[in-house]
């Protein structure tokens, strides 16, 4: 059972943003900047690019609609779209809002993020998410 799954059945904590039958989103626990979510299919795949052409194209509206949530809850220009998957071996897509290049450096990471900001704005985008 990979980290997210955990995550997924509940038997470890997240900053949940959005749910749905086949995909979960929630806060990336060390963020490039605030708002960084990740989502997940809830069906286990190491690599993104061995889902089915389905599940891909519904993970990807999925994320899509994440997307909206995060840019009306966080000011940004765009949000951003990467998949790295080097570290947790469960399929996920990095959403990052962006006001410039810089923000999407996975080098730069937010320092011990203070959980009850990440809580509000796990709420903001879950209260966005149509
Ligand atoms: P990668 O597999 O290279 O795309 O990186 C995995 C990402 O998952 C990293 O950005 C981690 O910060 C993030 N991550 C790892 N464990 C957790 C967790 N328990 N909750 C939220 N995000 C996590």
Redesign the pocket.
Known sequence: MT?FSK?IAGE?P?YKVAENDKFFA?????PVGWGHT?VVPKQETDYIFDLSDEDLAEMTVFAKRVAKAIKKALPCRKVGVTV?????PHA?I?LVPLKNEGDMDFRNKIDSPDPEKMKQIAAAIAGNFE
């Open positions: 980290i995550i470890i997240s929630f806060l990336d626990i060390n990740l790295l998957g080097l570290e947790v996920h990095h």
